[in-house]
């Protein structure tokens, strides 16, 4: 008996993710889901160093700033709730010292000009085609900062739109980063504050764009995760209590089908130290003083440092 659908996977062929890789994460809050895992097994990656970004422009922005070496002055930011904010950045960046924040500005742009150019991975998800137009500027922003919504016109990008936006993001990309996977995903995140049908209309032009440029491009790809989470995890025993993002065993899930296509399998052996370290640094002794527990703090060590040996990367 059959009680679930699977999406059929085949794993990548060519240039796997290992631990020689350098991976930039973009876009909405699930490329941070996977970034974490990411993270927690040692992989070197950058993610979002402008904070969630949901559409294809604000992520072709910043990829354009970031190339451009673009400067950021007073005149890129205001003051709104007694916090300095940037309208291409993520509230997350947003600081009380103007100073302050256009110094993290210019540190996170030169950060991911670096990685544009380094990363042998580049992973972009995608969360929705509503955008905000700022009216006074005539300009897309990336997040609104609570500015009151008289301020915006909001729209739905065409599907044609979207296929431009992730075409420049590719040719941008390609102009200094030749070599480079690019792989495209959709969030499984709903977004339903802009309304359930208009939620299902943003990801069908999401969707609908990205399967056009990959089937016109070399080396771009494309990871089911909204496919997954709609077919093979169709229970909302798999969202948090908001019923809108994936719980931490949805995560889990989309993260192994996600190892299974993308991790190269000779690392499986080094990720299972990692995980034990790992398990090992996050245990919590009865007794923190005892010798046994001076033992295996010092047996835990001489794993990290053999470890490291390999791997001079991978910190603890």
């Known amino acids: 008996m059959k009680l679930q659908t699977k999406i059929p996977l085949q794993p990548q062929q060519h240039n796997q993710i290992d631990y020689n890789s350098s991976v930039l994460l973009l876009g909405s809050c699930f490329v941070e889901n996977i970034g974490s895992k990411l993270n927690y097994f040692k992989f070197q990656n950058l993610q979002n160093p402008f904070g969630i970004l949901f559409q294809t422009f604000a992520i072709e922005k910043l990829i354009t700033n970031a190339l451009n070496e673009k400067e950021f002055t007073k005149d890129s930011i205001f003051f709104l709730n007694e916090q300095w904010h940037c309208y291409d950045a993520h509230s997350k960046l947003s600081n009380a010292s103007e100073n302050e924040l256009l110094h993290v500005l210019k540190e996170q742009i030169s950060l991911t000009a670096k990685q544009l150019h380094n990363s042998s991975h580049i992973i972009i998800t995608l969360g929705t085609a509503w955008v905000y137009k700022h009216l006074e500027t005539n300009t897309i922003v990336a997040n609104c900062h609570k500015v009151p919504q008289k301020q915006f016109l909001k729209e739905l990008m065409s599907v044609d739109e979207v296929v431009e936006s992730l075409q420049s993001i590719i040719t941008l990309v390609r102009s200094v980063n030749k070599k480079a996977s690019i792989l495209f995903t959709v969030s499984p995140v709903r977004h339903l504050k802009d309304g359930f049908i208009e939620n299902t209309q943003s990801k069908a032009h999401l969707i609908t764009a990205v399967h056009q440029v990959v089937n016109t491009n070399k080396s771009i790809y494309y990871f089911p995760s909204y496919e997954i989470m709609m077919d093979e995890l169709r229970d909302y025993r ?13 995560i889990q899930y989309i993260w192994e089908k996600f190892k299974d296509v993308w991790i190269s399998k000779s690392v499986n052996k080094i990720m299972d130290e990692v995980d034990c370290i790992q398990k090992g640094l996050q245990h919590k002794p009865f007794n923190p003083n005892s010798d046994a527990q001076r ?14 040996t390999q791997f001079p990367h991978i910190v603890f």
Do not use: R, S
Not at 239 to 249: A, G, R, S, W
Not at 295 to 308: A, D, G, M, P, Y
């Open 295 to 308: 033992e295996f703090l010092q047996k835990l060590q001489v794993k990290v440092k053999t470890l490291q």
């Open 238 to 250: 798999f969202y948090k209590e908001d019923m809108i993002h994936p719980n931490e065993t949805a």
